[in-house]
């Protein structure tokens, strides 16, 4: 079902997502049909909380659903909540200061299980971002060779080691499509905000609806001093979430994923990495700046 959610923030407007929800419940076999109606229900009566600012977070917002799921499909021992919404984000672009917008695909998830005592919930909070990423291995390729043609031209190293320090060499760029995703328990928090900002800041270099000259200037530039692999990129979202996150039980579970859509080949490059917080630790633990 789509729903426009209204989420409520002290001293600050109201979060408004476009929002798609799928709603699971388990059904025992030796019932021939689950109450749909029932679903729907549930989904009004949380928006209203959010409205209201009882609800707070969309991925408190899909768990509070799947509890009251189980609370009115009383047979149910399991159900789901999967929220994909469009997020609009204010940004500003870094020369110019000229005001623009993006939107990110957010994704929430909540799964309750009934138990003896209260029900255990897991929920998850994630978001798609789009950036930009150059490709190093190129770019190795075209300064050597600017680095053979300077040397006939009898340029001194000196004088070549610092131009290259100075403008970076041309290479090829994609668009890429970063997603990172936290799985955690209920009582536990993950700010939206700070997805996203691991995701921008985890490949080459930021891109913006508008741009004037010196903006488009500093973009490619910041994206050619930065190249990344598509690996590259995963690694530094891993890197970043422990260190953005390191309050988080070691069970928290981290979904990476990276896609670059390759200007110079027919293929695009992908990476994913998932992991415990626990196991990101054990395997970054030696990286950590």
């Known amino acids: 079902m789509k729903k426009l959610v209204e989420v409520s923030r002290p001293d600050r407007r109201p979060v408004i997502f476009i929002s798609n929800f799928d709603v699971f419940v388990d059904l025992p076999g030796s019932l021939k049909g689950a109450n749909l109606s029932r679903n729907f229900e549930v989904i009004d009566e949380v928006l209203q909380q959010a409205i209201d600012g009882d609800v707070k977070e969309i991925e408190e917002l899909c768990s509070v659903v799947a509890r009251k799921l189980l609370d009115r499909h009383e047979y149910a021992d399991r159900t789901e909540v999967l929220m994909r919404s ?58 050597e060779r600017a680095q053979y043609v300077l040397e006939d031209l009898k340029v001194d190293k000196e004088t070549i080691s610092k131009f290259f320090d100075e403008v970076p060499m041309a290479t090829h760029n994609q668009r890429g499509r970063g997603f990172l995703c936290i799985e955690t328990d209920d009582d536990q ?53 422990l260190a953005e996150f390191h309050d988080l039980s070691g069970d928290a579970l981290v979904t990476i994923k990276q896609t670059n859509e390759e200007s110079i080949h027919q293929h695009d490059a992908y990476a994913e990495r998932q992991a415990t917080i626990a196991e990101l630790f054990v395997e970054l633990n030696g990286e950590i700046q």
Not at 93 to 99: A, D, H, L
Not at 200 to 227: C, Q, T, W
Request: aromatic share 4%; glycine share 2%.
């Open 86 to 143: 469009q997020f609009m984000v204010k940004r500003e672009t870094p020369i110019s200061k000229t005001s623009c917008h993006e939107v990110v695909s957010v994704h929430a998830r909540a799964v309750a299980r009934r138990t003896f005592r209260s029900p255990i919930v897991r929920k998850s909070i994630g978001a798609e971002v789009m950036g930009m990423t150059a490709c190093p291995c190129a770019q190795n390729i075209m300064k």
């Open 189 to 241: 928090h993950v700010k939206l905000e700070t997805i996203i900002d691991i995701l921008k800041e985890s490949m080459s270099a930021p891109i913006f609806e508008l741009l004037k000259r010196g903006d488009e200037s500093y973009v490619v530039l910041s994206a050619h001093k930065n190249p990344r692999f598509v690996e590259d990129c995963v690694r530094e979202m891993a890197k970043k979430v």
